[in-house]
Nanobody
Framework: QVQLVESGGGLVQAGGSLRLSCAASGRTFSRYTIGWFRQAPGKEREFVAAISWRSSSTYYADSVKGRFTISRDNARNTIYLQMNSLKFEDTAVYYC?????????????????WGQGTQVTVSS
């Protein structure tokens, strides 16, 4: 069992930066692949980034590549999403999720545990 709690969302101007955190609990957290997803009003939940349990592999959606960075600190049971050069279209509720599989999955259905989400609003 893994519990996830996101934080760090807020209101930021276009071009600005935010760092989201995802605090995890559970003894086997370090063995999970972690993904970040986002969902804007009226849209489906979409993949943003994922990181393997050893941080040896990362994968990004094309829309955020070069602007967002995912990282994890297994000693602190925390995953981060550094978001730079934010755009209006990045506005959404951001969720972190844990997947017990080894591959970096981009499909929400593959993930076993989800946080409650944190709102990111980018003003144009």
């Amino acid at each position: 069992q893994v519990q996830l709690v996101e934080s760090g969302g807020g209101l930021v101007q276009a071009g600005g930066s935010l760092r989201l955190s995802c605090a995890a609990s559970g003894r086997t957290f370090s063995r999970y692949t972690i993904g970040w997803f986002r969902q804007a009003p009226g849209k489906e939940r979409e993949f943003v980034a994922a990181i393997s349990w050893r941080s040896s592999s990362t994968y990004y959606a094309d829309s955020v590549k070069g602007r967002f960075t995912i990282s994890r600190d297994n000693a602190r049971n925390t995953i981060y999403l550094q978001m730079n050069s934010l755009k209006f279209e990045d506005t959404a509720v951001y969720y972190c999720a844990a997947d017990s599989g080894l591959a970096l999955a981009i499909t929400p259905a593959r993930y076993d545990y989800w946080g409650q989400g944190t709102q990111v609003t980018v003003s144009s």
